[in-house]
């Protein structure tokens, strides 16, 4: 599909009791990038995110591949190569233990170093995130970290090893808005610095605005756009990515705001209508959409998965936009 991956994604499929919830997801993360992982809750999008680590729930079945640099060992290469940016930064440090000791077994849990190398690169990762007088907050317990100190610590945790990929599902939804944007910047700083990519799951359109190259859109478990995210955003080839984008607070007009722009809810896993899954919320919706599942298509730079994605207007929000209108 795409040259130059870090990391391949070819027909993921994860199920439980034999109901899938991702269904034969491909995408690459090239070197450097930030791909944001978008779509309405129940999408697939943690699940898919954890895929990449290797760290799929035990009752689920998973098939298809996924390949970091080559290799398809995941639990392996979990914390050298790829590293998982947590969401919740006080359960993610072990309260009984000073925070240096818990970077330095991270780094002893993949590298063969002396403690005293697995000190000082403990020490280097929470200088790097900005934690003044790093050695001596070292030896302190994260209770005696302020919030936004341990926010920055769990980030030299997953960078400690300097991985090629970062994974961070929702790392800013617990947060204010002043903390999500401290959280951000100090993630993308590091990301530049390691030369990472970033794997970013988020609701929010401002942030894949701001920091996302890429997005990947989903829905019920399936890809529905991927692009470049300024196009993506700013000319979506996909029903579905219209709405989501409809759906944000600059386009409720507040003579519409009686319907929400995108209604209904996306089905269940198992609760699948047949043909293409959005079809039942979709206005270009045809004869078509309710016999076949479309498969992704190269569309100018994106891929698409919709039989319809040439009768989209401009701007792709209008779609919703209007038929609300008329309807209210
Ligand atoms: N441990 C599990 N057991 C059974 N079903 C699960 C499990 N984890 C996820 N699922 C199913 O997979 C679907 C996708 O879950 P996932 O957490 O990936 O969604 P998501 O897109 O990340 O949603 P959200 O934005 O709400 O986190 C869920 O709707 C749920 O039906």
């Known amino acids: 599909m795409e040259s130059e991956a870090l990391l391949s994604v070819r027909d993921l499929r994860i199920a439980f ?17 930030v791909l944001a992982l978008v779509g309405e809750s129940g999408a ?70 002396s403690r005293k190398e697995a000190r000082a690169r403990a020490v280097a990762a929470l200088d790097r995130v900005g934690i003044p007088d790093a050695a001596r907050k070292a030896r302190a317990y994260p209770h005696e970290y302020s919030g936004g100190m341990r926010q920055r ?71 529905t756009e991927l692009g470049p995210a300024d196009a993506v955003l700013g000319r979506p080839r996909a029903p579905y990515t219209a709405g989501l984008l409809a759906s944000l607070p600059e386009h409720d007009a507040p003579r519409r705001r009686r319907l929400p722009a995108l209604p209904g809810t996306p089905p269940a896993p198992g609760t699948l209508p047949p043909g293409c899954a959005f079809a039942p919320r979709c206005p270009l919706a045809a004869d078509l959409c309710h016999r076949e599942e479309p498969e992704p298509q190269e569309v100018e730079g994106h891929l698409v998965a919709c039989h319809h994605w040439a009768e989209l207007p401009h701007p792709a929000v209008d779609l919703f936009q209007e038929k609300q209108h008329a309807s209210s």
Do not use: C, W
């Not at 009791?17 to 990038?33: Q, T, Y």
């Not at 999500?180 to 970033?198: K, M």
């Open 17 to 33: 009791a034999g109901v899938e919830a991702v269904r034969g997801l491909s995408f690459d993360v090239r070197p450097r990038e």
């Open 153 to 223: 610590a769990v980030i030299a945790m997953a960078t400690v090893n300097e991985p090629d990929v970062l994974v961070a599902d929702e790392p800013t939804t617990a947060l204010d808005e002043e903390r999500r944007d401290q959280v951000l910047r100090v993630l993308g700083e590091q990301r530049e610095a390691l030369g990472a990519a970033l794997v970013l799951v988020t609701h929010d359109m401002d942030v894949v605005r701001d920091h996302a190259d890429r997005v990947l859109v989903m829905y019920a478990g399936r890809l």
């Open 44 to 113: 697939g999008k943690s699940l898919t995110a954890r895929a990449l680590l290797g760290m799929v729930p035990e009752d689920a079945t998973t098939s298809g591949t996924v390949t970091l640099l080559g290799d398809t060992d995941l639990a392996a290469q979990r914390g050298l190569h790829i590293a998982l940016v947590p969401q919740d930064a006080l359960s993610a440090l072990s309260p009984v233990h000073p925070v240096g000791d818990q970077l330095a077994a991270a780094v002893r849990s993949v590298a063969r170093v």
